[in-house]
């Protein structure tokens, strides 16, 4: 149970915008949002994290609602590098047997035309 | 940082046999994760360990499935015997455990295993 849900697919043109959104209506006080991206034939690779204020870092851009209940990863231009699943993952912080545990459901595949 | 270690990389055997799959995490990390990932499952973790503990194996398909870890610096999934079912990229991660970045996970680049 991902308890996330994330579109499908979603399809960009080169050096434009992309916002990839996630729903986490169940989402807990203290569960962080994580995005992973999976280039083919690559393992998965951090992308942005955060918890109730919007991140930015070298990457992309992450917005999360004021009530938490979803958030949207910005790629500010697409390049065909970008082209990858994208994972959007509720990751708790409370301890316990659930600490560090990352539960990856479908995600969206982001295709990207030149 | 060479980053996390996987080998060998691509993985063909004969459905019976044993096979060893490795992994070197990320020095200095406190945590490693095993995931499986087919077509039709996705992403699995399997088991992940903390300072060389297993914390949680309840992914785990079944005994013919094990892991250890027996130091910081490797850990080995092991398959005994092998079916065609279990046919699957493995991926092994390492996280921090500590400071700002604790929680995220780094992959390493697989290992493709096909059982015949």
């Known amino acids: 149970d991902a308890k996330t849900t994330q579109p499908n697919s979603m399809e960009s043109n080169e050096e434009e915008p992309v916002h990839l959104p996630c729903n986490h209506s169940?989402?807990?006080?203290?569960?962080?949002i994580h995005w992973y991206r999976q280039l083919p034939s690559q393992g998965p690779e951090y992308v942005i994290h955060g918890l109730t204020s919007n991140v930015n870092n070298r990457m992309a851009s992450l917005a999360i609602a004021e009530d938490r209940k979803s958030s949207t990863l910005i790629l500010h231009r697409a390049t065909l590098r970008d082209a990858a699943v994208y994972y959007c993952?509720?990751?708790?912080?409370?301890?316990?047997?659930?600490?560090?545990?990352?539960?990856f459901g479908q995600g969206t595949i982001l295709t990207v035309h030149p | 940082d060479a980053g996390v270690i996987q080998s060998p990389r691509h993985e063909v055997t004969e459905m019976g046999q044993e096979v060893t799959l490795r992994c070197k995490p990320i020095s200095g990390h406190d945590y490693l994760f095993w995931y499986r990932q087919t077509m039709m499952r996705g992403l699995e973790l399997l088991i992940y360990f903390n300072n060389n503990v297993p914390i949680d194996d309840s992914g785990m398909p079944e005994d013919r499935f094990s892991a250890k870890m027996p130091n910081a610096s490797f850990s080995t999934l092991k398959i005994q015997p092998s079916e065609p079912r279990d046919s699957a990229v493995y991926f092994c991660?390492?996280?921090?455990?500590?400071?700002?970045?604790?929680?995220?996970?780094?992959f390493g680049p697989g290992t493709r295993l096909l059982v015949l």
């Open positions: 169940t989402i807990s006080g203290t569960d962080y």
């Open positions: 993952i509720r990751g708790s912080s409370t301890g316990g047997t659930s600490y560090g545990k990352l539960t």
């Open positions: 991660a390492s996280s921090p455990g500590h400071g700002l970045l604790q929680e995220t996970q780094y």
